[in-house]
């Protein structure tokens, strides 16, 4: 399976930006992370083909929004009220079996990753 991303850009605090990233195959669980400048990777969001069951960080709760297109094996992540600390590089990926909800933020479940998308808010 290829993962890939689009959607990245430069913001203003406050704007809001949309990322999307297409699947070539099926998959049961897609997501994703992001990557600062000298931070580890972290989990943003990701979502359960299955039952449509979503997970978020507790830093983005409320203000990101995970969501799919069945059709077109798409994963969507919507971006509002952006800050200056989203700035990073965001990652999809992906895991063709199912996972429990508790394991969805858990990078190394995940069996594909894009290339990733560069997120830049300016304050």
């Known amino acids: 399976v290829q993962l890939q991303a689009s959607g990245g850009g430069l913001v203003q605090a406050g704007g809001s930006l949309r990322l999307s990233c297409a699947a070539s195959g099926r998959t049961d669980v897609m997501g994703w992370f992001r990557q600062a400048p000298g931070k580890e990777r972290e989990f943003v969001s990701a979502?359960?083909?299955?039952?449509?069951?979503?997970s978020y960080s507790n830093s983005v709760k409320g203000r990101f929004t995970i969501s799919r297109d069945n059709a077109k094996n798409t994963v969507y992540l919507q971006m509002n009220s952006l800050k200056p600390e989203d700035t990073a590089v965001y990652y999809c990926a992906a895991r063709e079996n199912n996972l429990i909800l508790s394991a969805l933020g858990q990078s190394k479940m995940y069996d594909y990753w894009g290339q990733g998308t560069q997120v830049t808010v300016s304050s």
């Open positions: 979502m359960r083909w299955g039952d449509s069951k979503k």
